[in-house]
């Protein structure tokens, strides 16, 4: 049986995993628009995170499979369609993700300054296709939305270099946060402090930093018996520190305004009052949706799906499926129903796969990244990495197709 996936984040190669326990003689192959394989791990989770992104090595292992096959930096939609591939394997899975930001729909949410935390974080982890944002003189950032995105964005804009050491942030985008003269950082949320999504132990990592203090100035909003609200009742108070992370509760966004970028933040209180925020910056981080993939067009941001089914021999595995929740490994429960799926439903008719892919990336001239190459463009980001980083990324794909040559780039 041959199988294309199309997405080398977790859920590709979760399910890539899963297909091989489950037809050992599956030939499986994951293409990306990207020289550079992980997805999320490598695009989405902090680079604070390491250890979470000490994931991307199991990920690895699964790309190096003798039946895995790696096409990096081939677009599905420009190089090759989901037609065409359903021509040349049995069965095609979207793991594309959810990449573009939910908007908020309210007055200024396009003046420079308000992005979504996609872009925002894209940024800041060196994706190429990210173009900067308006980060300057910020000293009041209003990060709305009460889920963990919107705490790495805190806590990145709130660390000082020492404490961002041994991560893969850039020195550049280390250098740049630290030169913003930040005083505040606001994290509002809609709902309840009971209600929010932050889990305990990212919350408590707020309370842990060098130069910043996270509070909830209101005590009143802390009673109940929510098990979070313990986390926020054990933020130390503290003097000595020159940033606060200030918690907001029931306040939805209505506005920004300011004179050519953001300045204030507006919302409306749940005892129907209004308040402003002034806002340097604002980062939404209230959710993603996918992204169409040639015909395919998501419904409500997810292909829609019978269990990971799209239709005949189209399937769907991840944030593409069921939305963006839950951790890296909520991805592998999901491979696995899809990968069942398709051991039951897929039968192979002899399609030649990957050898019909490469001859067609060969003829409309795309230079495509096996493996091999990305373990020359892994190589090189680590022994560039400098005594304060752990890897310093290519941010661009020109860059990244140079490291990767003679060692499989086509
Ligand atoms: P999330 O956990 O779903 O949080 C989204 C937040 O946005 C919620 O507070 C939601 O409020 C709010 N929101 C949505 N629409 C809004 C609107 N129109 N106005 C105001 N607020 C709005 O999503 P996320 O933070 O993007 O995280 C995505 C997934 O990745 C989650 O499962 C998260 O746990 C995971 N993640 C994990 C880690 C980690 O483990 N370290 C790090 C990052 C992300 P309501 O609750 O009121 O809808």
Not at 53 to 65: F, T, Y
Not at 229 to 238: A, Q, S
Not at 285 to 297: D, T
Request: with cysteine; hydrophobic share 40%.
């Amino acid at each position: 049986m041959n199988i294309a996936i199309v997405g080398s984040g977790p859920a590709g190669c979760y399910l890539a995993d899963q297909v091989l326990r489950l037809v050992p003689e599956a030939k499986v192959d994951v293409v990306d628009r990207l020289p550079v394989p992980f997805g999320l791990v490598r695009y989405g989770v902090a680079p604070d995170h390491q250890s979470t992104k000490a994931v991307s090595r199991i990920l690895d292992r699964v790309l190096s499979h003798k039946q895995v096959n790696f096409f990096g930096n081939v677009d599905v939609g420009r190089d090759v369609t989901i037609d065409n591939l359903l021509d040349y394997y049995d069965a095609v899975v979207l793991a594309t993700g959810a990449s573009r930001d939910h908007r908020l729909g309210i007055p200024g949410e396009d003046l420079p300054g308000v992005i979504g935390s996609g872009e925002f974080v894209a940024w800041y982890n060196g994706h190429p296709d990210s173009s900067p944002p308006l980060v300057e003189n910020v000293r009041s950032a209003v990060v709305i939305g009460n889920g963990n995105v919107a705490i790495d964005v805190a806590r990145v804009l709130a660390k000082t270099p020492a404490e961002l050491a041994g991560s893969d942030l850039s020195s550049e985008i280390t250098q740049h946060l630290a030169a913003q003269p930040l005083e505040s950082i606001h994290i509002v949320g809609r709902r309840t402090g009971s209600d929010v999504k932050f889990t305990p132990h990212e919350l408590a990592e707020l309370g842990t930093l060098q130069r910043a203090r996270a509070q909830v100035l209101d005590k009143s909003q802390l009673s109940g018996g929510a098990p979070i609200l313990e986390t926020f009742r054990k933020f130390e108070p503290r003097t000595d520190a020159p940033v606060t992370i200030d918690f907001h509760f029931g306040m939805t966004p209505i506005a920004f305004s300011g004179t050519g970028r953001v300045e204030r933040a507006r919302f409306r209180c749940a005892d129907c009052t209004e308040r402003e925020l002034a806002a340097d910056l604002v980062v939404t981080c209230i959710g993603y949706e996918s992204l169409a993939c040639c015909n395919e067009s998501p419904t409500n941001g997810i292909f829609k799906n019978d269990d990971g089914k799209v239709r005949d021999r189209l399937f769907v595995v991840g944030w593409a499926k069921r939305g963006p929740s839950g951790v890296i490994a909520s991805s592998r429960n999901d491979a696995q129903v899809v990968a069942q799926k398709i051991a039951k439903e897929v039968t192979a008719k002899g399609g030649s796969g990957g050898e019909s892919l490469r001859n067609q990336l060969v003829q409309v001239g795309v230079r495509f990244v096996d493996h091999s190459g990305w373990k020359r463009i892994n190589a090189a980001e680590i022994a560039r990495a400098g005594e304060q980083r752990c890897r310093n990324k290519f941010t661009s794909r020109a860059q990244m197709l140079e490291a990767a040559q003679d060692s499989g780039a086509q």
